[in-house]
């Protein structure tokens, strides 16, 4: 299979329903072949569960949502046993049984059901009434998120925040953009998905990936950059090492998809900001915020 045309082919179906997003759509399509989950973060109205849902579409997998709300239990979302009218227990699985998820504003849900994701996010597989069951493969999990000075949101813990591969920033479109946008949405009823790929396709991409090179030279450019996250007097706190494993699964993927058989210096440029902003923890009086620390690290580095 050729990755780039597979890429490509997903494109230009996305752009029939979608406008102004491409490195949104880019960086989506990075984590689903890097085998990694994604936040989206941005405002109400930008676009977030819908270009969630046209990746989706264009792909032929399983999809289901799960709309997060305060009340949400971990139960709703993984699963649960319940006592059928003959007194057998029966297994009741959740949404997360599929292969593509969309946990919709993940930070108006309850903490402790945010903590219940790490094993989803982190194992692919849940514990329902005692018994370990693995999730379908492909599993990859998008899930937005407000500002939160947006009412009714809460923080979610660092700890979930470092599952996920990325957080992909969603902003306003340009004016052209949303002038495309609401054209789009005139004719949308005459727009039909084509699944473009497979699930078994994705997965193929994902073997793709993980023969892609990665020179001496690039692992040192990582290792570095993490490492100025730890030591700029900005930061609280820096970032893990699972972004250096997240760098290299990302920078691999970005790689095949452009036609290339190695990783080089502008891949883990691109994917700065996607992959520390949410790792971060930035000191509240410096004033410079998480992706001003991260711009002036690129900077000492390039």
């Known amino acids: ?7 490509g082919n997903v494109i230009q179906e996305l752009e029939r329903h ?9 960086l989506m399509f990075i984590a689903l072949v890097a085998d990694g989950h994604a936040l989206l973060e941005g405002v109400p109205g930008v676009a977030k ?37 003959q007194r057998n227990v ?30 989803v996010l982190e194992e692919r597989r849940v514990t329902i009434g005692g018994e370990d069951l693995s999730l379908p493969k492909p599993f990859i999990a998008f899930a937005t998120q407000n500002p939160l000075t947006i009412e009714g949101t809460t923080p979610i813990p660092k700890v979930l925040a470092d599952r996920f591969l990325m957080r992909i ?5 340009t004016e052209s953009g949303e002038e495309e946008m609401i054209r789009i949405k005139e004719r949308e009823e005459n727009i039909d998905f084509k699944k473009v790929i497979s699930k078994d396709e994705i997965l193929a991409l994902q073997q793709q990936a993980k023969s892609v090179k990665l020179p001496d030279d690039i692992v040192q450019f990582i290792t570095k950059m993490v490492e100025a996250t ?53 000191r509240s009086t410096g004033g410079i915020g998480v992706n001003g620390v991260i711009d002036g690290i690129i900077a000492t580095l390039s």
């Open 90 to 119: 029966k297994l009741k699985k959740g949404p997360v049984f599929t292969n593509i998820l969309l946990a919709d504003e993940l930070n108006r849900a309850p903490v402790k059901t945010m903590s219940g994701f790490l094993e």
């Open 1 to 7: 299979m050729d990755a780039k045309t597979t890429y």
């Open 169 to 173: 920033s969603v902003g306003y479109p």
């Open 18 to 26: 979608i406008s102004g997003n491409k490195d949104i759509l880019k």
């Open 49 to 85: 569960t819908t270009m969630t849902k046209a990746l989706a579409s264009a792909i032929d997998a399983e999809f289901k949502r799960v709309q997060c709300t305060s009340d949400l239990d971990i139960s709703d979302i993984i699963g649960t046993t319940f006592m059928d009218e």
């Open 230 to 282: 730890r030591e700029d007097i900005h930061v609280v706190m820096g970032g893990s090492p699972r972004s250096d494993i997240a760098f290299m699964n990302a920078g691999k993927a970005k790689a095949l998809i452009e036609g290339r058989n190695e990783v080089n210096k502008e891949d883990i440029l691109f994917l700065a900001k996607p992959i520390l902003s949410h790792r971060l923890v930035v």
